[in-house]
Nanobody, 121 residues
Framework: QVQLVESGGGLVQAGGSLRLSCSTS??????MGWFRQAPGKEREFVAA??????????KYVDSVKGRFTISRDSAKNTVYLQMNSLKPEDTAVYYC??????????????WGQGTQVTVSS
């Protein structure tokens, strides 16, 4: 198991931006995902990306397309989720995880503590 540590959450007004970070214990993974869990709801998939030398594939849940971007800095063993044009419905605890693939973004590692994102209207 890999220890995953999320950070970067906070309170932001609607329309604002945040960048979440996910530290992956000194390791780089070819496929990573972001998930979120809103109060009273099940955890849901948000974004996943596969990186390779020749190409990459990415998948987003429809509700965040055009607003969120998943990226990574391999040198820092960190995966990011840039969130723009935030909406109150984006309020949730956000988690990162290793996943099987972008087409099968089921998590493959234990969960970290997550980072809280609260968007005020």
């Amino acid at each position: 198991q890999v220890q995953l540590v999320e950070s970067g959450g906070g309170l932001v007004q609607a329309g604002g931006s945040l960048r979440l970070s996910c530290s992956t214990s000194g390791r780089t993974f070819s496929v990573m995902g972001w998930f979120r869990q809103a109060p009273g709801k099940e955890r849901e998939f948000v974004a996943a990306k596969r990186w390779s030398d020749s190409s990459s594939t990415v998948k987003y849940v429809d509700s965040v397309k055009g607003r969120f971007t998943i990226s990574r800095d391999s040198a820092k063993n960190t995966v990011y989720l840039q969130m723009n044009s935030l909406k109150p419905e984006d309020t949730a605890v956000y988690y990162c995880n290793t996943v099987f693939s972008t087409n099968d973004p089921r998590p493959t590692n234990s969960w970290g503590q997550g980072t809280q994102v609260t968007v005020s209207s």
